[in-house]
């Protein structure tokens, strides 16, 4: 499938919004993207001129407490040491895109419902900060599995 730049930051910024009207007012909302190939890193180039993604394979998004955590896994999940770091604080829409942050640590899967972070990035004066979700999580929703089925309506 060839799709461009622009549409995968629309598909991208359409997804976050489902996944923060579907948290509601929940403090917490884990979300794992079995189909996810790339990552926008804005320090990386014009969007418009098909620059700033970087090639990954899966991804774990967390909305916790009104920030942003993403994970996005280098090579798949079975590489649970090996992956790029995004936050954002006091997420919101003009937080898109994020910048690829230095971290470290371990992202777990356990199964497709369940998982383990033990994660550290450096902060704005390069010291490096425990991500403050840390520990076991469940997943609440599973993509391309979770995402609702489009009606086959016919008029």
């Given amino acids: ?85 995004t936050m954002a604080k006091h997420y919101g829409y003009d937080k898109l895109p994020l910048k690829i942050t230095e971290a470290r640590g371990v992202v777990q899967l356990m199964g497709e419902r369940q998982v383990i972070f033990d994660v550290e990035y450096k902060d704005n004066n390069e010291k490096w900060t425990k991500l403050p979700c840390n520990g076991r999580h469940k997943i609440d929703q599973v993509w391309p599995d979770d995402i609702p089925q489009t009606p086959n309506i016919s008029l």
């Avoid at 910024?13 to 909302?29: H, K, M, R």
């Avoid at 884990?30 to 926008?40: E, G, M, P, Q, S």
């Avoid at 098909?50 to 394979?57: E, I």
């Fill in 1 to 85: 499938m060839n799709t461009s730049p622009a549409k995968i930051i629309k598909l991208s910024f359409a997804l976050v919004v489902i996944v923060l009207l579907n948290g509601g007012c929940a403090s917490e909302n884990v979300l794992y993207n079995k189909d996810r190939k790339t990552v926008a890193n804005i320090w990386d180039g014009n969007f418009c001129e098909g620059k700033g993604f970087v090639p990954c394979d899966g991804s774990i998004e967390v909305f916790f407490h009104g920030d942003f955590y993403g994970i996005y896994f280098k090579t798949n999940v079975t590489s649970p040491g090996d992956f790029f770091f």
